[in-house]
T-cell receptor, first 115, second 110 residues
Framework: GAVVSQHPSRVICKSGTSVKIECRSL??????MFWYRQFPKKSLMLMAT?????????EQGVEKDKFLINHASLTLSTLTVTSAHPEDSSFYIC???????????FGPGTRLLVL | LAKTTQPISMDSYEGQEVNITCSHN???????ITWYQQFPSQGPRFIIQ???TKVTNEVASLFIPADRKSSTLSLPRVSLSDTAVYYC???????????FGKGTRLHILP
């Protein structure tokens, strides 16, 4: 199946700093990517839909100024957690489907720990 | 977006066939049914997708009755490495954002 990568795989940062997470589609073009957050023993929670060349669409309760999303090309979307706090510590996962595709593929996830 | 209901957890033994059923009473005409597998600290992995009747691939089968209000993922001869969380999702494939339910935590015992 299609491959989606994320970088970094894990990051530890101090409270108050910003962290950028990249999501790339390696062998296909993606006009839309999705960002999820997952807490331990919980299901994935959709945060936002990232659209290439336009503003992201955020789910209810997700602060768009806190979680900045940029989808500047057909193969790259970035999620920036601004002024991170310990409660932002979580597992962040992106997904996408091919332009003419039928199935969503998920990245391996990024583990964020804010101290 | 159709809501799904699955058992919270299941236990089985190595070598057994495991069937996980998912209810999706409000599935729409254009919706497909997709199952994902997730291991700890990894992203979900696509297992199988179908619209109606039966679909089979190298790892699983998916049974969908005529009314499409439920579906059953069948894993033949499971092994310890099949211990994971399995998610049933419905949506207009390739178009809808996916909203995850709670999933089924499958535990395979030796």
């Amino acid at each position: 199946g299609a491959v989606v990568s994320q970088h970094p795989s894990r990051v530890i940062c101090k409270s108050g700093t910003s962290v950028k997470i990249e999501c790339r589609s390696l062998d296909f073009q993606a006009t839309t990517m999705f960002w999820y957050r997952q807490f331990p023993k919980k299901s994935l929670m959709l945060m936002a839909t990232s659209n290439e060349g336009s503003k992201a669409t955020y789910e209810q309760g997700v602060e768009k100024d806190k979680f900045l999303i940029n989808h500047a090309s057909l193969t790259l979307s970035t999620l920036t957690v601004t002024s991170a706090h310990p409660e932002d510590s979580s597992f962040y996962i992106c997904s996408s489907f091919e332009l003419a595709g039928e199935t969503q593929y998920f990245g391996p996830g990024t583990r964020l720990l804010v101290l | 977006l159709a809501k799904t209901t699955q058992p919270i957890s299941m236990d089985s033994y190595e070598g057994q066939e495991v069937n996980i059923t998912c209810s999706h009473n409000n599935i729409a005409t254009n919706d497909y049914i997709t199952w994902y597998q997730q291991f700890p600290s990894q992203g979900p992995r696509f297992i199988i997708q179908g619209y109606k009747t039966k679909v089979t691939n190298e790892v699983a089968s998916l049974f969908i009755p005529a009314d499409r209000k439920s579906s059953t993922l069948s894993l033949p001869r499971v092994s310890l490495s099949d211990t994971a969380v399995y998610y049933c999702l419905v949506g207009d494939k390739g178009r809808d954002k996916i909203i995850f339910g709670k999933g089924t935590r499958l535990h395979i015992l030796p």
